[in-house]
T-cell receptor
Framework: AQSVTQLGSHVSVSEGALVLLRCNYS??????LFWYVQYPNQGLQLLLK??????LVKGINGFEAEFKKSETSFHLTKPSAHMSDAAEYFC???????????????FGKGTHLIIQP | DSGVTQTPKHLITATGQRVTLRCSPR?????VYWYQQSLDQGLQFLIQ???????AKGNILERFSAQQFPDLHSELNLSSLELGDSALYFC????????????FGPGTRLTVL
């Protein structure tokens, strides 16, 4: 069974500082990995995804993540935090489905990112 | 805007009642997924349909059921509602096949009183 662990339910950084949100996964097969962002009272928006191509994945809004198989990690980073980055971030994993595309995603519990002015 | 629409946006009902949530996927997407987001359980996958057929099941209760219609829209039916069913219900869609990206709708907030 797949699982995702996000270390830190809350992360606080200063505006302009490095953002690092941690995600570790467990999967019996090569996983597909995703980061989603959820702003208050909104749905989930895809930030980036890893689907076995390049291990360093660039996403929207200046975010990127690196897939490290040896560490079973897929940490999300952004060099310089902006006030608009304040939101809930979810890491998710999916196995290959049975022909209808991806199976349902298994999500981590989320990390609330707080940006200090 | 992801292109996935969900109605209604809010739903308030009483215990023991039955409700139906509706989802229209992005144009051309064949797969529809339903998720539940609650404070205690987090985001959980409920069920997936692909081109009208059930494809995968997650943590969906027996009181819950879903279907996907020929025009590819989907409905999630929740019956014998309990207080603990209060949650945000999201629908997501993907193209299916080799596409791995799921696009999420804005959600339906269900409150059971």
């Amino acid at each position: 069974a797949q699982s995702v662990t996000q270390l830190g339910s809350h992360v606080s950084v200063s505006e302009g500082a490095l953002v690092l949100l941690r995600c570790n996964y467990s999967s019996s097969v090569p996983p597909y990995l995703f980061w989603y962002v959820q702003y208050p009272n909104q749905g989930l928006q895809l930030l980036l995804k890893y689907t076995s191509a390049a291990t360093l994945v660039k996403g929207i809004n200046g975010f990127e993540a690196e897939f490290k198989k040896s560490e079973t990690s897929f940490h999300l980073t952004k060099p310089s935090a902006h006030m608009s980055d304040a939101a809930e971030y979810f890491c998710a994993v999916s196995d290959q489905g049975s022909g209808g595309g991806a199976d349902g995603l298994t999500f981590g519990k989320g990390t609330h990112l707080i940006i200090q002015p | 805007d992801s292109g996935v629409t969900q109605t209604p946006k809010h739903l308030i009902t009483a215990t023991g009642q039955r409700v139906t949530l509706r989802c229209s996927p992005r144009s051309g997407d064949l797969s529809v997924y339903w998720y539940q987001q609650s404070l205690d359980q987090g985001l959980q996958f409920l069920i997936q349909y692909y081109n009208g057929e059930e494809r995968a099941k997650g943590n969906i209760l027996e009181r819950f059921s879903a279907q996907q219609f020929p025009d590819l829209h989907s409905e999630l039916n929740l019956s014998s509602l309990e207080l603990g069913d209060s949650a945000l219900y999201f629908c997501a869609s993907s193209a299916g096949g080799t596409s791995w990206t799921q696009y999420f709708g804005p959600g339906t907030r269900l409150t059971v009183l």
